[in-house]
């Protein structure tokens, strides 16, 4: 097979690498700079305890080769949300009629809502605002993807693998399909533990319901995990968020049956957990509060379900990340 992975960070880098070291696919990268470099010279180099794993790809830069790699197998596409309009274009002379597309990134992805009633076609405009990212790639080639991994880059071309392994992939559209299974096979021998989902949009609402409020507030406090669940007010601001989050998603056919305190409770088995947003702050890159926050209020306005909680956590993040320079003005 020949598999792509746009972006060659934390979690492309994961998948790219246990790919390529599993030998059943010829693995390209597309990267810029420092990490175009480091792939080129020495491939990627996950870390995991005192264990190095390395492993060869073919990188090349988005704009000046993505061409020469021809059609591929998969495309991996795991860069950060702020980036995908930029990248999108990159995917057209690598996608064919048969080219699987797996979105490895947080929060809502841009087709979350296709053929969804009240959207139809109409793109979700906190993460497409324009339409060009579902110009772009084509929904009949994306596959659902969910990540349960933590990981993060400490040198361009190099992954700390901290924890998980979990992938969960499924047709947009619900249901079985044999490009499906095929994939979940090639991710398991890769060294994934890999759930072929039926209900894939569930999985991803599920995901984000907890990445909702922990992300953002830790992002605006500086806290951990464990200081927001162990903050009674903070904690009961986030519950009441995730309630107006559950009924929305109860309105677009992906309920989650679990209560905020149980979801808590596995959250509170984290520790002291730096979200993937607070470690963009600290690193001052942008934060990825639109797939997160603003399209959870999108679409609560789009099925008439009022939302005040994460009005006032969408509010109090942007107007932090523009503050810090970190959210466009």
Request: hydrophobic share 50%; proline share 6%.
């Amino acid at each position: 097979m020949k598999v792509t992975i746009i972006g060659a960070g934390a979690i492309g880098g994961l998948l790219g690498a246990r790919l390529a070291a599993a030998g059943e696919a010829r693995v390209s990268a597309l990267a810029r700079g420092a990490t175009l470099a480091a792939l080129r010279e020495h491939g990627w180099r996950v870390k995991q305890g005192e264990t190095v794993t390395t492993a060869l790809v073919d990188a090349a830069h988005p704009l000046e080769d993505a061409g020469k790699l021809g059609v591929q197998d998969l495309i991996v596409i795991a860069v950060k949300g702020p980036a995908l309009a930029q990248v999108a274009s990159a995917v057209a002379p690598l996608l064919g009629p048969q080219t699987l597309v797996l979105p490895a990134m947080n929060g809502v992805p841009w087709w979350f809502c296709k053929g969804v009633a009240p959207f139809g076609d109409d793109p979700l405009t906190s993460v497409d605002p324009d339409g060009a990212i579902g110009a772009a790639i084509p929904l009949a080639n994306v596959i659902g993807c969910v990540v349960h991994a933590s990981a993060a880059t400490s040198a361009p071309g190099v992954v700390d693998h901290k924890m998980g392994r979990g992938l969960i992939v499924g047709e947009p559209g619900g249901g079985q399909s044999e490009r499906v299974q095929r994939l979940a096979g090639l991710l398991t021998r890769a060294g994934f533990d890999v759930k072929a989902s039926e209900h894939v949009r569930l999985d991803i609402w599920y995901k984000l319901w907890g990445n909702l409020t922990m992300n953002p507030v830790s992002a605006i406090t500086g806290a951990t995990i464990d200081r927001l669940l162990d903050d009674p007010l903070v904690r009961a601001f986030c519950s009441a968020a995730m309630a107006e989050a559950a009924a929305i998603g109860a309105k677009i056919g992906c309920a989650i049956e679990q209560s905020p305190d149980d979801r808590h409770a596995v959250t509170a088995k984290l520790g002291a957990f730096k979200t993937s947003m607070l470690q963009d702050v600290e690193a001052h890159r942008p934060i990825e509060l639109d797939a997160l926050v603003s399209v959870v209020r999108e679409i609560g306005q789009r099925v008439s379900v009022p939302a005040p909680n994460i009005d006032a956590l969408l509010g109090l993040t942007r107007l932090f990340g523009r503050v810090h320079g970190l959210y466009p003005q």
